[in-house]
Nanobody, 117 residues
Framework: QAYLVESGGGLVQPGGSLRLSCAAS????????MAWYRQVPGKQRSMVAS????????VYVGSMKGRVTISRDNAKNTIYLQMNNLKPEDTAVYYC??????????WGQGTQVTVSS
């Protein structure tokens, strides 16, 4: 059964760090570019970072560029997002998925990140 399970979110003060994890089923993960996305209520989900299947290239998008690092462990079918110097505007639900998403896969439940003092 296909799955995407995000974890690692929480409440953190501005300037703090979090490391998100996403465990995916083999059929979703193997051989595909994977990405982290985030969504704020009332706004569309947007990509934060992506990584190619063999980890040769990572791409960072938007305001989190320079503050996040995406990585993957192909042996564990897991991707990670290290987030540093978090800001209140980073508050969102964070999701992982393939770079090219599919309605057949859907989305996981996401993990809430709240940046607040």
């Amino acid at each position: 059964q296909a799955y995407l399970v995000e974890s690692g979110g929480g409440l953190v003060q501005p300037g703090g760090s979090l490391r998100l994890s996403c465990a995916a089923s083999r059929d979703i993960f193997n051989g595909y570019g994977m990405a982290w996305y985030r969504q704020v209520p009332g706004k569309q989900r947007s990509m934060v970072a992506s990584i190619t299947p063999e980890m040769l290239t990572s791409v960072y998008v938007g305001s989190m560029k320079g503050r996040v690092t995406i990585s993957r462990d192909n042996a564990k079918n897991t991707i990670y997002l290290q987030m540093n110097n978090l800001k209140p505007e980073d508050t969102a639900v964070y999701y992982c998925n393939r770079v090219v998403t599919s309605s057949a896969i859907g989305w996981g439940q996401g993990t809430q990140v709240t940046v607040s003092s």
